[in-house]
């Protein structure tokens, strides 16, 4: 079994976001590698996973050194927004840059008439 197997199984079973450390603690003795580091060869597994295939990948990082499962953030995504604010949607709103439980608001862009009402 390859590396990033063993990382999608443990990240299916998380639901959550998880750090590289978290991963290789929880995959112990299943992680194919022999290496002294096994967090830098997940983390440079993962990376190149993402990097190579981009928005293909089922992998996504959520901030540095966690990633999570992409099907898990387009899940919370696709949600209503009426219902409790869970760790998934924590995930995808800071993905998108904005704060869990708010509907993103587009502003219209400023106009002449904005700046010269404003110095009245």
Do not use: C, N, W
Request: without cysteine.
């Amino acid at each position: 079994m390859s590396t990033l197997a063993v990382v999608e199984q443990i990240l299916r079973e998380s639901k959550v976001p998880m750090s590289v450390r978290e991963i290789v603690e929880r995959a112990g003795p299943t992680l194919p590698t022999k290496s002294k580091t096994p967090d830098t060869v997940v983390a440079r597994d993962l990376s190149m996973d993402i990097k190579k295939k981009g928005e293909d990948s089922i992998f996504i990082r959520t901030s540095p050194g966690r990633y999570t499962m992409r099907a898990h953030v387009v899940a919370a995504e696709s949600t209503e927004q009426t219902r409790p604010i869970e760790t998934t949607d924590v995930v995808a709103a800071s993905i998108r840059g904005e704060r869990a439980g708010t509907k993103s608001v587009k502003q219209r862009p400023a106009t002449q008439d904005d700046s010269h009402s404003a110095s009245v």
